[in-house]
């Protein structure tokens, strides 16, 4: 036993000055340090959402708003080609109501008004 030991503590002793050791070091220690934000202490509470724009109405844009919506949000969706957005956002209800109509959360529109489209 005593020998198996040794051999081990020689092992990890070697390995320890790899530099592939000192990088997952350096990568611990630096992940621990990134959810440091300068200033902002734990004492620090959050602000409440009050409304929320979604800038981009194209598929990620309406799934972030609809989301949003259905966590009962006021949501002004964002565009730069208003022909467009209008389009995107009657198919994000499109997407909600299918949605519904599988079960799921309630359509856009039923909880809380829809969000506003650009140029309104």
């Known amino acids: 036993m005593s020998e198996g030991l040794a051999q081990e503590k020689a092992g990890f002793a070697e390995l320890l ?10 990568l611990f220690f630096a992940e621990r340090e990134c959810n440091k934000v300068p200033g902002v202490t734990r ?3 959050p602000r409440d959402i009050k ?7 194209g598929t990620m844009g309406r799934g972030i708003a609809i989301a949003f919506l259905q966590a009962g949000y006021p949501v002004t969706l964002l565009k730069r080609r208003k022909a467009r957005s209008n389009r ?3 198919m994000s209800g499109s997407i909600s109501s299918a949605r519904a109509k599988k079960g799921g959360s309630v359509p856009i529109g039923q909880r809380q008004s829809p969000p506003t489209p650009p140029g309104r």
């Open 17 to 26: 000055d790899t530099p592939q050791s000192r990088a997952g070091r350096h």
């Open 43 to 45: 004492a620090d509470q």
């Open 51 to 57: 409304s929320v724009a979604v800038i981009g109405a």
């Open 88 to 90: 995107d956002w009657k």
